[in-house]
């Protein structure tokens, strides 16, 4: 018999394709998990528009749920609500922080170029004196930062609300 | 014609040209961190113009999805305003192109979430906080550059004394948009012109640039007329489809 803590259970080990650390559940993209008989249908959202993963996440949760029996599956996209940081799960920031990329702060950056922008800590060293070299980093969904204690280059996973 | 297809051809057209012109970048940026940063926000104008695409290409009904409309359609049925095809220039040009489409764009989507055309609405959901990143990227160097050096200053003006004749066709209405209006699905755009106005005039005045008083003003492009560089974007963007037409990978 399908039910859904089993679906659950099977997406926490679809891992997403940018950032392995995070699951698709810690990533918050999974918005719904519904059952009709053997049918299941999955319904995803993107962090970013132009996210090139959505499509090979879409392919592993298919293939992670045909490996454990459900033949029967279906994904689809939704756009609103629009995803946002906030739907990080707390798991989700701390394997983050582990795996060396600063999680969101609860603000959205207020600058690029001038006045201060968001203080974020560093991940190796914990310092809060760190300075944003981009707003744009080596993906959509990060801005690139460096810490002047340490000098560590790390990640940022920006806020977005 | 199909009102609604085309006006949210119009949106996609316009994510579309302006996210490949910021491909050229790709590898040519003036620093690493502007060379991702200018990707990044192409990459975020093609995930916009997919989704919009998509969705023209379904209200459509013809069979045509993101991909189809992109890659095969000619020149004259590409309806984007004429200021996004225009050339990168320098890195000050570039920058003044994207601030005069991100300062409309934001209260653009601002508007068009409200959309009875709900998956219109997802959309402009979704792409309005990509665009707010967008506009305070492109604002801030606006600013830098302006009031910045004397050689950064004149050149930038010198992209605004170019450029400002191809912004005011991002207001351009006709009967599409009319009817759309009339719908609740499109924005008038009217509307939205006073905050545009107050975007453009701040942000000039603490980049020290003046608005050219020259008013001749250029459009076209929303019936398919445009420019002479739109052929050559083309010619590279859908190279691959027309010299292996189908092919997947």
């Known amino acids: 018999m399908v039910n ?38 999955i319904t995803i959202t993107p962090t970013y528009s132009g996210c090139p993963a959505m499509k090979l996440i879409e392919d592993q949760i298919i293939e992670k749920l045909n490996e454990n029996g459900l033949m029967d599956v279906g994904v689809d996209l939704v756009l609103s609500p629009a995803w946002t940081t906030d739907w990080l799960t707390e798991s989700g920031k701390n394997k983050l922080r582990e795996y060396g990329i600063a999680p969101p702060e609860n603000e959205v950056d207020k600058s690029v170029l001038f006045s201060a922008p968001t203080v974020v800590p560093c ?30 280059p790390f990640d940022y996973f920006k806020c977005l609300r | 014609m199909n009102a609604h297809f085309e006006y949210i051809l119009r949106i996609g057209d316009d994510s579309l040209i302006l996210g490949q012109r910021l491909g050229e970048w790709c590898g040519h940026g003036p620093i690493l ?51 996004v095809e225009q050339p990168n220039g320098d ?5 003044m192109r994207q601030f ?44 830098r550059l302006g009031d910045g050096t004397e050689e950064s200053h004149n050149r930038i003006q010198e992209s605004l004394d170019l450029l400002w004749r191809y912004a005011n066709e991002l207001f351009y209405m006709d009967e599409v948009d009319q009817l759309m209006i009339e719908k609740g699905i499109g924005v008038d755009l009217n509307a939205i012109k006073l905050s545009w106005d107050a975007t453009v005039n701040a942000v000039f005045e603490e980049a020290t640039l003046k608005i050219p008083s020259n008013n001749w003003k250029f459009e076209g492009g929303r019936k398919g007329l445009h420019s002479e560089h739109l052929g050559y974007i083309l010619a590279d963007m859908q190279y691959m489809q027309r010299a292996y037409p189908n092919m997947e990978w």
Not at chain 1, 127 to 151: D, I, P, W
């Open chain 2, 100 to 143: 005069l489409f991100d300062a409309f764009r934001q209260p653009f989507y601002e508007a068009l979430q409200k959309s009875t055309d709900l998956q219109l609405s997802a959309i402009a959901e979704k792409s309005l906080k990509e665009t707010k990143y967008h506009l305070k990227h492109s604002s801030e160097w606006v600013i």
């Open chain 2, 91 to 95: 890195f000050g040009m570039t920058m």
């Open chain 1, 4 to 41: 859904s803590t089993k679906i659950w259970a099977l997406l926490e080990e679809v891992s997403d394709p940018e950032i392995p650390v995070l699951t698709v559940v810690d990533l918050g993209v999974i918005r719904n998990v519904a059952i009709e008989g053997e049918h299941v249908q």
């Open chain 1, 123 to 152: 991940p190796k060293c914990k310092s809060s004196n760190t300075r944003m070299v981009s707003l744009f980093g080596s993906t959509a969904c990060k801005a690139h930062y460096q810490c002047n204690e340490c000098l560590e």
């Open chain 2, 33 to 83: 961190e502007e060379d991702i940063a200018m990707t990044n926000i192409s990459l975020d104008l093609i995930g916009q113009a997919t989704s919009l695409l998509n969705h023209a290409g379904s209200i459509e009904g013809e069979g045509r999805d993101g991909d189809k409309l992109a890659f095969l359609r000619f020149e004259r049925d590409f309806k984007n305003v004429i200021l």
